[in-house]
């Protein structure tokens, strides 16, 4: 099993920041990047047509589709992020490790999405590593760097 590594010492540019700030702008970045590789899978010809798990067919991904799932899911993650933030003796670890449980689970839905072609499967995998590569290591700094201050901002 992979440890969790945390960086010991804060980035300062990072802890100038408030949590919700730096979710925020780890979020845009995440889910414009999940969103281009996206657009990349059209362009390359995987279809983006995928089906909840017990539904009968699939439904196309509109574009915009990645973006605005990135958001709604990191929206949770800031949300969790600040509590910890505010309540937490070890904020960053507390949410580092929930976060990448998080991405784990949510793993699980490409392969459980019937009628979904196995090259889709694979884009939305690929798809949540993308969006959680980009959105936790910020957060998770940024919560380090305050946790050694214990700054008040949010």
Do not use: C
């Amino acid at each position: 099993m992979a440890a969790i590594t945390i960086p010991t010492q804060p980035n300062a540019a990072v802890g100038r920041f408030p949590v919700l700030r730096v979710g925020a702008v780890a979020t845009l970045a995440g889910a414009a990047a999940t969103e281009l590789f996206g657009l990349a899978a059209r362009v390359a010809g995987i279809p983006m047509r995928a089906a909840d798990p017990g539904a009968h067919a699939a439904k196309y991904i509109p574009v915009g589709g990645l973006f605005m799932a990135v958001v709604m899911n990191a929206a949770l993650g800031i949300l969790l992020a600040a509590a910890l933030f505010r309540w937490s003796r070890r904020p960053a670890r507390a949410f580092a490790l929930g976060a990448l449980v998080y991405t784990a689970l949510s793993e699980l839905a490409p392969f459980f999405a019937a009628h979904t072609e196995t090259a889709t499967k694979v884009v939305l995998v690929v798809a949540h590593v993308i969006a959680a590569a980009m959105i936790i290591p910020p957060l998770t700094a940024r919560l380090s760097a305050g946790a050694h201050g214990r700054e008040a901002r949010l």
